[in-house]
Every structure is written in structure tokens, then in C-alpha cells.
């Protein structure tokens, strides 16, 4: 069901450009798209023993101007940024919750990691146990291409401070408009081209009445559960099942989506090519905060302390982050694995 070459690329999503790089001994894996082709099968699995083996840690400036150093895997080794639970068989990302970062100096550490092998379709599912979540956070789990926005980006888990609804949502270049039908989410916005609506990307918003404890501190309470996206040309699709819904032939390793019923977000529509906007796709997980979005919208969530010398939202965002990392010990990843079929 699917084919595998010898080339995969690290990409560093830089606003508007990617800078690629050959890894060496990394795999791009290629499915067949077509939906219901056949059985799906393990192409590519990050359980925690090996999980920070199979990704490239990226160092460079935040492109979405947050208060965070991205810091390379040595550093957060060291600095147990990155580790492995082993009484629990989980793996942990998390960032520094001991040191002072104030606003006018480097941002806090944190981590930000990128797969060593890409994927063109597939299943993927995450099986995650707590996220980062609380003032301040902007956390991700998302797919990007090598050449943003014209291979895409799908942005799976995305939040920011104590807001508990998953926003999904997709980027590309001009010429992709998706339909929003046949989902439990609320659609927000049809156009994914990055150059309009200020690149918001075709989303949806995952309200927890419709799709119960999705995001954030309601995820976390009841140990999280696992998020599947599948990837073919005709469509892409997520669901996200609490942790005593997971389905049995997920639990089995033979995940088949025909049975899920309706998925929370269905990505698709007749004026989207799916093929021609999503290619060659690398895994990213991090924690971000403030930024772009965080930092913009910090003073509309009345329970995050505003900052007494802050003129602005963002400055009251980077204020409580840079002087409170006993209050930033939520905001960190938690995860059982990761899988790919094909």
C-alpha cells in the first residue's frame, strides 16, 4: 500500500519561506491516496525508546516572533527539556520552568522538533496523555511541507493560553478552498491560500460539546487519548478519541477509519487538489509563547494575569512568561507514540 524512496528532508518553517535539508538515512514514505485501497500498514513508529532518535531538533529564530529559544538536543538533554519516563513508557517535551526570561532579553527555552522522515498520505495517529496547556502557551502538533506554503501545512493540534477547542486547520498556496460538510466541528473558514484573511488557513473549531475534552486542561484530566489523521487525495480527515473511546482496532494496531463514524474535521471540497498542495510532509511538535497569535490575544482571557509596566497584550504575555515558570509546569508534552500506516 505504499512505497518508500531514500530521500527526506528537515524543513524549517521560516513565516514565509522553508529552508530544507537533506537528513541522511531518513525515508520519504509515499502511499497510494486512494481511499479504501486496502489494509492499512506500519510504515513508521516513535515509541519513546526511540522516540527523540527519529527527529531533528530545530534551533533557529521563531517565525511567529514568540518569547522561546528553540534549543538544539544536547541543551535539552542536558537540561532535561527532552526525556524519556521510563516507570511509564512515555515520552516528555517540556520547557524551562526554573529561570527568568524577562521581557528585552532571549525568550524561554523550549523545544520544537521535526521528523527525520517525510510522508506524501497515510494515517497518522498520535496517542497523547497530557499537552501543554495555560497562559501564555501555544502549543502544536502539525504536518509541513518542504516548500511552504505551495507543499502545504496541516496544523492537527493548535491552542493557545486555557482555551479548551482544538483549532484544525490547513495552509496552501492559491487554489484550495474546502467545503466544511459532514464534520462535528465548527467550520470557520473555507480558504486555506496563506495570502488571504491574514493566513488563518481553512479551519475548524472543535467545540468540546461536539467532540468532548480535545484540547487543553480538559484533554489532560482524563489522561488525553489519541488523535488519527488520515491523508489520501480525495480528502483529509481527523478524529479524536478521549482516552476510554479509543477504538479497539486502533488499541490492535489495524486502525480501519470506515468505522469511526463521522470525523471531527473533514478537509476536502471540490475546489481543493489535495495532491497538488500536500507533498513530502515532516512531523513538528512544540511550545511556542506568545507570539503572533498568543501574545495578540492574551488580555481577551481575563483569568491570565495582565502585566503592570505592559502597554500591550503582547508585552502582558511575555511578562508572565518571562517571570513565572513556576506557573508554566502544564506546558509540557506527554506521549505514548506515534504511528504511521499506509
Not at 38 to 43: A, E, M, P, V
Not at 63 to 69: E, F, I, R
Not at 257 to 282: K, L, R, T, Y
Amino acid at each position: 500500500m505504499y512505497t518508500s524512496g531514500i530521500l527526506a528532508i528537515i524543513c524549517y518553517h521560516l513565516l514565509t519561506f522553508v529552508n530544507c535539508q537533506s537528513v541522511p538515512g531518513a525515508t520519504y514514505f509515499k502511499g497510494n491516496g486512494a481511499p479504501g485501497a486496502g489494509k492499512y500498514r506500519l510504515i513508521d513508529d516513535f515509541p519513546p525508546s526511540l522516540f527523540f532518535n527519529k527527529f531533528n531538533f530545530y534551533n533557529s529564530y521563531d517565525p511567529t516572533y514568540g518569547h522561546v529559544q528553540y534549543v538544539n538536543e544536547t541543551i535539552a538533554v542536558r537540561n532535561g527539556l527532552v526525556s524519556v519516563d521510563t516507570t511509564k513508557n512515555t515520552a516528555l517535551i517540556k520547557p524551562d520552568t526554573t529561570n527568568l526570561f524577562p521581557r528585552g532579553g532571549p525568550g524561554r527555552p523550549s523545544v520544537r522538533i521535526i521528523s527525520d522522515n517525510t510522508y506524501t498520505h497515510g494515517l497518522f495517529l498520535l496517542d497523547v496523555v497530557h499537552m501543554p496547556w495555560g497562559c501564555g502557551t501555544w502549543p502544536a502538533y502539525w504536518l509541513l511541507g518542504p516548500n511552504w506554503p505551495y507543499t502545504g501545512e496541516i496544523d492537527i493540534i493548535e491552542g493557545v493560553h486555557t482555551i479548551e477547542s482544538n483549532s484544525i486547520s490547513m495552509h496552501t498556496s492559491p487554489g484550495c478552498r474546502i467545503t466544511g460538510s459532514n464534520q462535528l466541528a465548527t467550520f470557520q473558514q473555507s480558504n486555506c491560500d496563506t495570502s488571504v484573511n491574514g493566513n488563518t488557513g481553512c479551519g475548524s473549531s472543535l467545540d468540546p460539546s461536539a467532540v468532548p475534552h480535545n484540547y487543553g486542561d480538559g484533554l489532560n484530566r482524563i489522561g488525553g487519548g489519541v488523535y488519527a489523521t488520515e491523508w489520501t487525495s480525495e480528502y483529509v480527515q481527523h478524529w479524536f478519541f478521549p482516552r476510554g473511546d479509543i477504538p479497539s482496532d486502533i488499541k490492535g494496531g489495524s486502525p480501519d477509519p470506515s468505522g469511526w463514524g463521522e470525523p471531527a474535521v473533514n478537509q476536502q471540497g471540490p475546489e481543493c487538489n489535495i495532491d497538488s498542495h500536500f507533498v513530502n510532509m515532516s512531523i513538528i511538535i512544540n511550545t511556542d509563547f506568545c507570539g503572533a497569535w498568543a501574545g495578540n490575544v492574551y488580555n481577551q482571557y481575563p483569568n491570565c494575569p495582565a502585566s503592570k509596566t505592559a502597554t500591550n497584550s503582547l508585552d502582558s504575555c511575555v511578562d508572565f512568561v518571562g517571570n513565572n515558570p513556576q506557573n508554566l509546569t502544564n506546558a509540557y508534552w506527554e506521549i505514548n507514540s506515534i504511528k504511521v500506516y499506509q
